[in-house]
């Protein structure tokens, strides 16, 4: 395969470098992205959409069976398929909206549920593509900052990867116990810094600077490869047939960068006939990318996050900032922020509707529906919101919803047990039935 198949350019001065060699961003201070010479891929490959279909009955064993690596001439091309590091990640759910359809009034509604990855979040996909770069370069110490998803992801594919170890920064006390267990359960070195994530990150960048150290946050460029393919996924699920909208969350901003990347490269190769646009939500207690869309994107609004439901999102500094403005920019996208009150409404109503999901889920699902009244998105329209997380990770923050103790939430939908005798006329009689004889 030729040497200049993929190469890294610069976001901010278009330089370009070699990917064998360990670098996040230019001598400029510019974000990189990994480029692949799409022409010689389709000389080489021809029809991929053949190819991809073909591949949805590979044996779980092999790489190609995992939703990541059945695109991998779009992903790694560079690297050997069979020294993928994977736990057959991707594969998830793309739901019909059903009833959650009818009350938006969108029936063409679906919900891609990334929750269902091997350690619950859609961070299983970036990680499985970045994790298994560095090990090809000869990695041996593979470190993040995280909010929680990050952290358990950088944890599990280091675990399956011979001669990588795995090493997470967390903001003390600002990740869900179930997040931080994860990380501690597959291994990893767990470090609990007093600060927020943007400080933990601003540790991990000066890290980075070290060669025994690499890095794994969506800094990363080819972390973005894998995580590309959640869109690349859902339109192949489509029979590609590309949706007039997708929704995401965004906190790092790196999942709508993945996600425009794809679509711009399955557009370029003839997979779909033209460019769905993007929709990110955020949470109002941090909302720097939405301020920043305010404004046109004349300047770069950064924040100090404040606490909310919605903790993996709670970032002030989006790393993946230029690249997800490209995104809103070339879609004809837009940004909107919701309340905490709407959050959890909609997690709870995703909930309602079959669906558990993380409260950054019920963020997109709010800015749908905020769309939707205003217009922006029509009812004829076809939209993919992706849920970004398993709501498993989030009980605490469910429970608690649901038992009415968040302040200031009034809980439209709120399901809290209900103390009884433990009598079966009593049981008949909150049922609303008539008592057994």
């Known amino acids: 395969m030729a040497e200049s198949l993929s190469h890294l350019r610069c976001l901010e001065c278009g330089a370009t470098f070699d990917t064998k060699k360990l670098r996040y961003e230019c001598r400029c201070g510019g974000l990189l992205d990994l480029e ?10 021809g029809n991929l959409a053949d190819r991809f279909d073909q591949r949805r009955g590979d044996w779980w064993g092999q790489p190609t069976a995992s939703g990541v690596w059945r695109y991998h001439e779009l992903v790694l091309p560079e690297l050997p398929v069979d020294q993928a590091v994977t736990l057959g990640e991707g594969n998830t759910g793309l739901y019909e909206g059903g009833e959650l359809g009818e009350r938006l009034g969108l029936p063409l509604l679906y919900l891609k549920h ?10 299983d996909r970036g990680m499985t593509a970045g994790v298994s770069w560095g090990r090809y370069l000869g990695a041996s110490l593979g470190v993040c900052a995280s909010t929680g998803d990050t952290s358990a992801a950088v944890a599990a594919y280091t675990a399956r990867a011979p001669g990588m170890r795995g090493v997470v920064l967390l903001p003390a006390g600002k990740v869900t116990d179930a997040q931080l267990a994860q990380a501690m359960v597959y291994g990893a070195r767990t470090l609990a810094l007093d600060t927020d994530f943007d400080g933990c990150m601003k540790v991990v960048q000066e890290l980075a600077r070290s060669p025994e150290v690499y890095l794994l946050n969506s800094k990363n460029p080819f972390r973005i490869e894998g995580q590309k393919t959640i869109g690349l996924e859902a339109i192949h699920q489509l029979s590609w047939q590309a949706p007039d909208w ?3 969350p965004v906190g790092n901003a790196g999942n709508m960068a993945a996600l425009g990347k794809g679509l711009r490269e399955a557009l370029a190769l003839g997979l779909i006939d033209r460019m769905p646009r993007v929709a990110g939500a955020q949470v109002e207690a941090a909302n720097p990318f939405f301020q920043s869309y305010e404004q046109h994107f004349a300047e770069r609004v950064q924040m100090v996050a404040q606490p909310t439901v919605a903790s993996a999102i709670r970032i002030g500094n989006p790393v993946s900032y230029p690249r997800a403005r490209r995104v809103v920019e070339e879609t004809n996208g837009t940004v909107v922020s919701v309340s905490e009150g709407e959050t959890l409404d909609a997690q709870a109503l995703l909930g309602r509707c079959g669906v558990q999901a993380c409260p950054n889920s019920g963020v997109a699902l709010a800015g749908l529906t905020r769309l939707v009244q205003q217009g922006v998105i029509k009812p004829s329209d ?9 709501g498993a990770k989030f009980s605490t923050t469910s429970l608690r919803y649901h038992r009415g103790e968040i302040e ?22 909150a049922l609303g039935i008539s008592t057994p004889r």
């Open 382 to 390: 076809r939209v993919v919101v992706i849920l970004t997380a398993h």
């Open 246 to 248: 997708f929704v995401l």
């Open 408 to 429: 200031g939430v009034a809980g439209e939908w709120a399901n809290p047990p209900q103390p009884l005798p433990a009598r079966t006329e009593e049981v008949a009689r």
């Open 36 to 45: 692949h010479d799409l022409e010689a891929l389709r000389h080489a490959y």
């Open 114 to 123: 990334e929750g269902e990855n091997p350690t619950l979040s859609f961070k």
